[in-house]
């Protein structure tokens, strides 16, 4: 009986452990994106080289520059921007939204997101996968947190006339980013309209004109 007990621990510590980025055996593992080796992330830089500069980013509190067609912007902070992120499965984003601007649909293959609005009020909505498509939507204001479980297809919308601005945290230091739109329809190269037409029970002339818009 305590034998079946400790199995199933280990089996649901194995599949915690296995859903998320690994847990790093170094006080840290600075990115040296030169590093020769290819591992699941960057190689480290000798850490005796480490320095402040490598764990720090300045220019959060700068908005994000949101005139293009969809109204918004984000401002990443991951090991792109911070190299001593590297195997610390965290990281960062603000996001800047002009009056009832959109953050389209999109998925971070590799990150929960925990969401905080800090200006203005935010339509959110995540949708769960097939076959209930269940539509999780609630509209936040300054200070109203919000959860986007990991691989789900969410959104943002700017519900209102100034500008809102949220502050997001990411449980990978290289979540990625799926934007359905531009992966769907704007691929390179592009997915054949005949096989999107039917897919999206259209014709191939109304995927020709959205082809063309991404
Ligand atoms: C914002 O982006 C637009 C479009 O790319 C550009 O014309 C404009 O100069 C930018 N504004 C600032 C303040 O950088």
């Known amino acids: 009986m305590a034998s079946h007990l400790l199995f199933l621990v280990l ?10 980025d ?9 990115a040296d994106p030169n590093g020769p080796v290819q591992v699941n992330g960057f190689a480290c830089k000798d850490p005796k080289l480490a320095q402040a500069t ?8 700068l908005p994000g520059n949101t005139s293009n067609p969809v109204g918004s912007k984000v401002t990443p902070v991951n090991v ?6 590297n195997t610390l499965g965290i990281s960062m984003a603000r996001i800047d939204f002009a009056p009832w601007g959109v953050n389209p649909p ?3 293959p590799r990150a929960t997101e925990i969401l905080t609005v800090v200006e203005g009020s935010l339509e ?4 769960t996968s097939n076959p209930d498509n269940r539509l999780i939507t609630k509209l936040l204001q300054k200070g109203d947190v919000f959860v986007f479980p990991v691989n789900l297809v969410h959104f943002q919308r700017n519900a209102g006339y100034g500008n809102a601005v949220a502050i997001a945290a990411l449980s990978s230091q290289n979540p990625g980013v799926i934007t359905i739109s531009n992966a769907v329809f704007g691929s390179n190269p592009a997915i054949a309209n005949d096989l999107l037409a039917k897919s ?10 959205i082809q063309s818009k991404f």
């Open 11 to 20: 089996i649901s510590i194995c599949s915690i452990a296995l859903a998320s």
């Open 22 to 30: 690994p847990s790093p055996l170094q006080d840290f593992c600075v």
């Open 54 to 61: 490598d764990f720090f980013f300045s220019g959060l509190h």
């Open 80 to 85: 792109a921007q911070i190299p001593g992120l």
């Open 106 to 108: 999109h998925t971070h």
């Open 124 to 127: 959110v909505g995540f949708v």
């Open 200 to 209: 999206f029970q259209t014709d191939t002339k109304t995927i020709d004109w």
